[in-house]
T-cell receptor
């Protein structure tokens, strides 16, 4: 079974802190995605990557950056966390060319920024 | 811009009731359509998908969805829900890019 692992299930940070959310997948997938999930807003795409050292902005990239130094790992970075970034963050991966036929999601990281 | 609308935000049903969750999208060209489900405390899972062919798609756990191109809709149905169907359901659309656009989700609560 494909496994997408997010390093933390719950995270509490203070305003202004730098936050790293880690995501690792074990199926050699090329494509990886970061979403945030908010009540009433569904899932919104923050950033995605189709290859190592490659990144593309999604629909709401402001306040975030990403890093893809290795194929299996895709990190989401909040340079200076703010309270409006309190959310559930979901990582996902798939094979390139799969056209989202099967997107595999991690269990999510619930981030609270105080 | 392409968008996905799920008009039912919260649905409450008794067991054995029939379910239909609405999903409408804004793009008129060729699209790929998906329903994802998120059970309490679990990760998002693919329920079913439509790429081409028969517009009536069967998914896991007795769910089905019908693609009606003229109505830009992809409604999710189940003839008889169970308590274990309590979850949040997301419709998603993909067109021309590798990005999925998700709807806002529908929370389904099924009472025994």
């Amino acid at each position: 079974d494909v496994k997408v692992t997010q390093s933390s299930r719950y995270l509490v940070k203070r305003t202004g802190e730098k936050v790293f959310l880690e995501c690792v997948q074990d199926m050699d997938h090329e494509n990886m995605f970061w979403y945030r999930q908010d009540p009433g807003l569904g899932l919104r795409l923050i950033y995605f990557s189709y290859d190592v050292k490659m990144k593309e902005k999604g629909d709401i990239p402001e306040g975030y950056s990403v890093s893809r130094e290795k194929k299996e790992r895709f990190s989401l970075i909040l340079e200076s966390a703010s309270t409006n970034q309190t959310s559930m963050y979901l990582c996902a991966s798939e094979f390139q060319g799969a056209s989202n036929e099967k997107l595999f999601f991690g269990s999510g990281t619930q981030l609270s920024v105080l | 811009a392409q968008s996905v609308s799920q008009h039912n935000h919260h649905v409450i049903l008794s067991e054995a009731a029939s379910l239909e969750l609405g999903c409408n999208y804004s793009y008129g060209g060729t699209v790929n359509l998906f329903w994802y489900v998120q059970y309490p405390g679990q990760h998002l899972q693919l329920l079913l998908k439509y790429f081409s062919g028969d517009p009536l798609v069967k998914g896991i756990k007795g769910f089905e969805a019908e693609f009606i191109k003229s109505k830009f809709s992809f409604n999710l149905r189940k003839p008889s829900v169970q308590w274990s169907d309590t979850a949040e359901y997301f419709c998603a659309v993909m067109h021309n890019t590798d990005k999925l656009i998700f709807g806002t989700g529908t929370r389904l609560q099924v009472f025994p």
